[in-house]
């Protein structure tokens, strides 16, 4: 019985991992679409170092916290949800019919995945 | 707190929100205030207050068949609707409606590319197709085709073009109603048309020729509230093979006059993109007698400044879009035309770069001018690629890390295409804030022209909103909400009109446009009553009031 119980869980965790993989790969496609052009990391215009929203994180916290949202660690999926429906200064809020709840549990989980496996940079 | 559609008893309202989630689910019929938050205004200067735009719910057809469901539905009910694509015209309102209590029709879920033809150059989509959608479609399926986006790319091109919005390429395209071909529209009582070519059954030419036969109604359903469009074809520029640009400066204040005809000439022959102006003395105003000359207008002294300076009074960044060989000619003639009125005008050669760009020759951060010149060009947008570049303008910023623009605002007055419209607007702007906000200073002999539409000039009129950072407070909010409508008034006497405003304005704006008693909005009320006699697409949109609701033409003039 101890043996079948050993085998059965053998089976189950490679699934919940694939699920995990794939809402992270999901995640990582809606950030492309949804937030990397404002939070991503490519450079701004008029050589400008850095896109809007994660120039406005840099201003607002003057390297405590990365501008980076792929780096942070303390974005809980409440956290993002709460961002992405209300909006903060001068982002607005997002309806459902642009991303969906499911959608922003994914980002959460692809934020999370991505700031475990990337160093911060300063 | 619940709001109800001005008209409609609670009981009603009721029966109104089943019916909406029998046609088009029950999750698609958003009622729960935290969801409806992001349909307000974020940027509304009536935020939070009782009689601020808020819709009373928002439903979510996800096909036409479903849009023509709920329009039926507010029919029978007499419930006012307020359609929104994309749902992103911040500093025109966002997707707030005309009208408090509306119901809003969230078209965001019908978001396919329907057509592209990259030899007919040309487009069909659905309304919740962003410009980022499409440039995205246009580089999966390596189609040679350009899109004319607007400056912030989340906006949609259905929106945007029924808002008349306005872009950076060649003139036939970043006029996008211009470039729109080809409608399909719900009529108020639920019939579906099509405009153009369309109308014609097994027609192949839809998006090839937008009249058809007959009267054209399509212009009607931009900045109007005759019918909800739910597919709209678009003409594309096929991408060119060459991009080429110059900059010409000219020494006098006074010789903006030639150096605008001699743009405007090369514009109507179509061989120039959308040319940017802009004057190199701005940072001499930090000289206190040159600025003392720029707020007289002292052209004899401004000029003196600018030559001890070194610098010439104006500039403006020309771009060819073409072939290396015809870019180079072209560029050619823009120089010996310059020289035939402007002897003494400098020309520096730019970018040459074969199409497409890379981004990272978008990104290039060096400017091709030499000192004291400078590029202002937004390569992104000339090259149409969509970003979101431009929302940094109501963020944080280094100077001014705690604050941002709660109050986002674009007001864009209409000038004629020519110096001395231009300089009598700079004045006439001059004076607005001078009697606006007494003692207050502000230098527009500056200012230059934006020419976002081939034959206009546009010259921005949101002294007290974008401009600034306000008081932020809900009184600080409102008092800046009337020296706007105070400026749009002074603006309109000297003859300025706005050409797009946020809904909270768009009566204050209609109401400029007054020629013969109103007859433009008599005229478009009565098709209006015609049309839609129960008053339920967007009442007040672009000032038209429908009968059923024309009491409350400007009830939000505080």
């Not at chain 1, 909006?87 to 700031?115: C, H, L, N, Q």
């Not at chain 2, 000289?287 to 030559?307: I, P, Q, S, T, Y």
């Not at chain 2, 419209?421 to 702007?429: L, P, R």
Request: glycine share 8%; net charge neutral.
């Amino acid at each position: 019985m101890k043996m079948l119980y050993v085998m059965m869980l053998a089976a189950v965790a490679p699934l919940a991992t694939a699920q995990e993989t794939a809402t992270v790969t999901r995640g990582k496609e809606v950030f492309t679409r949804s937030c990397a052009p404002c939070h991503g990391a490519d450079r701004g215009d008029f050589g400008r170092a850095m896109l809007p929203g994660t120039d406005a994180l840099r201003i607002k916290y003057k390297g405590q916290l990365p501008a980076l949202l792929e780096q942070r660690t303390d974005l809980t999926p409440a956290t993002i949800r709460t961002f992405v429906r209300r909006g903060t200064w001068s982002m607005p809020p997002f309806r459902k019919t642009e991303i969906s709840d499911e959608e922003i549990d994914a980002v959460s989980a692809y934020i999370a995945d991505s700031a475990r496996k990337a160093p911060r940079t300063p | 707190m619940a709001i109800l559609p001005p008209g409609v008893t609670a009981t009603d309202f009721g029966k109104v929100l089943k019916e909406f989630e029998a046609a088009v689910g029950r999750e698609w019929v958003i009622t729960d205030p935290d969801d409806i938050h992001p349909y307000r205004d974020y940027f509304s200067m009536l935020k939070d207050q009782d009689d601020e735009l808020v819709p009373s719910a928002a439903v979510c057809p996800a096909s036409v068949e479903q849009v023509q469901a709920v329009v039926r539905i507010a029919n029978r009910y007499k419930v006012p609707l307020y359609a929104i694509s994309t749902g992103k015209n911040f500093a025109y309102g966002g997707p707030a409606p005309n009208l408090r209590g509306s119901v809003t029709v969230d078209l965001k879920r019908m978001n396919r590319v329907l057509e592209v033809d990259e030899k007919r150059h040309i487009a069909l989509v659905e309304p919740g197709v962003s410009y980022m959608d499409m440039y995205r479609h246009l580089e999966e399926h390596k189609l040679k085709l350009m899109i004319d986006t607007a400056d912030v790319g989340w906006g949609g091109l259905m929106g945007n073009t029924l808002d008349r919005g306005l872009g950076y390429t060649l003139g036939p395209y970043r006029d996008h109603v211009n470039a729109s071909c080809g409608m399909e529209v719900v009529l108020p009582n639920g019939e579906l048309m099509r405009t153009g070519m369309g109308a014609l059954p097994n027609s192949g030419a839809w998006q090839d020729y937008r009249y058809g036969f007959g009267p054209d109604p399509s212009g009607l359903f931009a900045q109007g509230n005759f019918g909800i469009v739910v597919k709209m074809g678009f003409r594309l520029m096929p991408m060119p093979e060459h991009w080429r640009t110059g900059l010409i400066t000219v020494p006098k204040r006074r010789d903006f006059l030639p150096l605008v005809d001699m743009v405007n000439y090369l514009t109507d022959l179509f061989v120039i993109g959308e040319p940017l102006y802009s004057s190199p003395l701005q940072p001499l105003l930090s000289d206190a007698a040159f600025r003392r000359a720029a707020l007289d207008f002292n052209e004899a002294e401004m000029d003196r400044h600018a030559a001890a300076s070194g610098r010439h009074s104006w500039q403006v960044e020309l771009q060819f879009y073409g072939s290396e060989k015809t870019t180079l000619a072209n560029w050619e003639w823009a120089q010996e035309l310059i020289r035939r009125t402007v002897p003494d005008a400098n020309c520096f050669a730019g970018d040459s770069l074969k199409m497409p760009v890379t981004q990272a020759q978008i990104d290039a951060a060096e400017h091709p001018y030499p000192a004291p010149y400078s590029s202002v060009m937004r390569r992104n947008v000339m090259h149409g690629v969509p970003k979101l570049y431009m929302w940094r303008s109501p963020g944080r910023t280094d100077d001014s890390p705690d604050t941002w623009n709660e109050t986002h605002i674009g007001l864009f007055s209409v000038v004629g295409r020519s110096g001395e419209a231009v300089f009598k607007a700079q004045k006439d702007f001059q004076d607005v804030v001078r009697r606006t906000r007494p003692g207050a200073e502000y230098v527009s002999s500056l200012t230059p022209p934006l020419q976002w539409h081939q034959s206009a000039f546009f010259i921005g009129n949101s002294f007290f909103g974008t401009t600034t950072r306000n008081d932020n407070s809900p009184e600080g909010k409102i008092r800046q909400l009337r020296e706007l409508r105070q400026v749009l008034k002074m603006n309109a006497e000297a003859g300025h009109g706005d050409y797009r405003a946020p809904p909270l304005l768009q009566d204050d704006v209609a109401d400029q446009y007054s020629f013969n008693n109103h007859a433009l909005r008599r005229f478009n009320e009565t098709l209006k009553d015609a049309i839609d006699p129960n008053g339920i697409l967007s009442p007040g949109r672009g000032g038209v009031w429908p009968k059923a609701h024309r009491s409350r033409r400007g009830a939000l003039r505080k």
